[in-house]
């Protein structure tokens, strides 16, 4: 049998999306969309899941989604091939969580790496709200709503994709073959599985103050490059610098190509003899950063250029969003009359079920 190749990820609106997003999970997208080998592709604006822990402030959520929809769209999703789509909009959703969380248990849910940590995160630890706590299993919903094949997404997401497979195997063993496990998709260069903010701190968060945002001016971005973390110990342009840590070279590891550096720092061959030179004395940072600064902004003008446009229409990106979201409710809706077939709750529809009972009660 052959089946459809369908791609489901997505983002919570809790803030603009920044480079690090976008050399995770964004681009790879985009790739996957224009490559032609996918049937169908669902992207989704996963405000139901940021409100697990933002119940106290949806209007933050409310306002992000057009900022998360700006950022898809700049970033080259097109709405021809690919639905955007926002979580809550399918009450489908609710309803196969629902009947997964008989699936899952409370210890296997206290087990999730990436909910452990960020139940740290958030000082949770004595107040976890239920919602949150249960976010994995709204997950696999989402996944398996859309048939999802391949799931392309960041690192940290790898235990939802773990979980989400338990409760399709669980699922499929219980109530017969329904559900399709999905494959995680992870970025191939390492130094984008985890973009490092720009102060070296290990993760890019909007309360450091230390993100690239996709919608940054190319001048913020010229600022933030400048004043980018380096080697704290190299002090003069003689000293022999250190590429581990130091956030400038793992940006180059994540941004730049061999042909940057004929175009822009001709000196050298590529990104090693650029390291050996730093590493062996020589070079100093501001050079490094300049280098960086014209690789990362040929990166991003073009998104930014798509954004510009995509801006003047405000309405017409809620447009989109809606139409995106009929088709994947459309889906998730045959999913789930799928699953409450298998399970056997479509009472209505099962003329079997109605005949034996009236048979029972000696009907004719
Ligand atoms: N958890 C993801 C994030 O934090 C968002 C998300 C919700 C998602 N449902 C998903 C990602 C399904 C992939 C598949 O960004």
Same mark, same amino acid.
């Given at each position: 049998?052959?089946?459809?190749? =369908?791609?489901?990820?997505?983002?919570? $609106?809790?803030?603009?999306?920044?480079?690090?997003?976008?050399v995770?999970? @964004?681009?790879?997208?985009?790739? @996957?969309?224009?490559?032609?080998?996918?049937?169908? =592709?669902?992207?989704?604006?996963?405000?139901?899941?940021a409100?697990?822990?933002?119940?106290?402030? $949806?209007?933050?959520?409310?306002?992000?989604?057009?900022?998360?929809?700006?950022?898809?769209?700049s970033?080259? @999703?097109?709405?021809?091939?690919?639905? @955007?789509?926002?979580?809550?909009?399918? $009450?489908?959703?609710?309803?196969?969580?629902?009947?997964?969380? *008989?699936?899952?248990?409370?210890?296997?849910?206290?087990?999730?790496?990436?909910?452990?940590?960020?139940?740290?995160?958030?000082?949770?630890?004595?107040?976890?709200?239920?919602?949150?706590?249960?976010?994995?299993?709204?997950?696999?919903?989402?996944?398996?709503?859309?048939?999802?094949?391949?799931? $392309?997404?960041?690192?940290?997401?790898?235990?939802?994709?773990?979980?989400?497979?338990?409760?399709?195997?669980?699922?499929?063993?219980?109530?017969?073959?329904?559900?399709?496990?999905?494959?995680i998709?992870?970025?191939?260069?390492?130094?984008c599985l985890?973009?490092?903010?720009?102060?070296?701190?290990?993760?890019?968060?909007?309360?450091?103050?230390?993100?690239?945002?996709?919608?940054?001016?190319?001048?913020?971005?010229k600022?933030?490059?400048?004043?980018m973390?380096?080697?704290?110990?190299?002090?003069?342009?003689?000293?022999?610098?250190? =590429?581990?840590?130091?956030?400038?070279?793992?940006?180059?590891?994540?941004?730049?190509?061999?042909?940057?550096?004929?175009?822009?720092?001709?000196?050298?061959?590529?990104?090693?003899?650029?390291?050996?030179?730093?590493?062996?004395?020589?070079?100093?940072?501001?050079?490094?950063?300049?280098?960086?600064?014209?690789?990362?902004?040929?990166?991003?003008?073009?998104?930014?250029?798509?954004?510009?446009?995509?801006?003047?229409?405000?309405?017409?990106?809620? *447009?989109?969003?809606?139409?995106g979201?009929?088709?994947?409710?459309?889906?998730?809706?045959?999913?789930?009359?799928?699953?409450?077939?298998?399970?056997?709750?479509?009472?209505?529809?099962?003329?079997?079920?109605?005949?034996?009972?009236?048979?029972?009660?000696?009907?004719?």
């Amino acid at each position: 049998m052959s089946k459809e190749k =369908i791609i489901l990820t997505g983002d919570r $609106p809790t803030g603009k999306l920044h480079v690090g997003h976008y050399v995770g999970s @964004l681009k790879r997208r985009v790739e @996957l969309q224009n490559s032609g080998n996918f049937d169908k =592709i669902f992207i989704m604006i996963a405000d139901a899941q940021a409100l697990t822990d933002n119940a106290d402030n $949806p209007e933050k959520v409310r306002q992000n989604i057009i900022e998360v929809a700006l950022d898809y769209l700049s970033c080259g @999703l097109d709405p021809a091939k690919s639905n @955007l789509f926002i979580q809550s909009q399918i $009450p489908e959703l609710c309803e196969l969580s629902f009947y997964y969380m *008989n699936l899952v248990t409370v210890s296997r849910l206290q087990r999730n790496p990436t909910v452990k940590s960020e139940i740290q995160m958030r000082n949770f630890e004595t107040s976890i709200p239920v919602g949150f706590f249960t976010y994995p299993i709204s997950q696999a919903a989402d996944i398996t709503a859309f048939k999802a094949t391949t799931v $392309p997404v960041g690192e940290d997401q790898l235990p939802m994709l773990e979980q989400t497979k338990e409760i399709v195997r669980k699922f499929n063993s219980v109530y017969g073959e329904t559900l399709i496990e999905p494959d995680i998709l992870l970025p191939d260069n390492k130094a984008c599985l985890r973009l490092p903010g720009t102060d070296g701190k290990a993760k890019m968060s909007k309360s450091l103050g230390n993100c690239i945002y996709l919608s940054d001016t190319e001048k913020d971005v010229k600022t933030k490059i400048m004043s980018m973390y380096t080697d704290p110990n190299h002090i003069r342009v003689e000293d022999p610098g250190q =590429i581990e840590g130091n956030c400038v070279f793992t940006y180059l590891d994540a941004f730049s190509k061999p042909e940057h550096f004929a175009e822009y720092l001709p000196e050298y061959g590529n990104l090693q003899e650029l390291k050996d030179h730093y590493t062996r004395g020589g070079l100093g940072d501001v050079k490094v950063k300049k280098f960086l600064n014209n690789v990362m902004q040929e990166e991003l003008a073009p998104i930014r250029a798509r954004r510009a446009e995509y801006e003047k229409d405000i309405p017409e990106i809620y *447009n989109i969003l809606k139409k995106g979201t009929e088709v994947a409710r459309q889906k998730a809706a045959e999913t789930l009359s799928e699953v409450k077939s298998a399970m056997k709750i479509n009472y209505f529809d099962d003329a079997e079920l109605i005949k034996a009972q009236a048979e029972k009660y000696g009907n004719n």
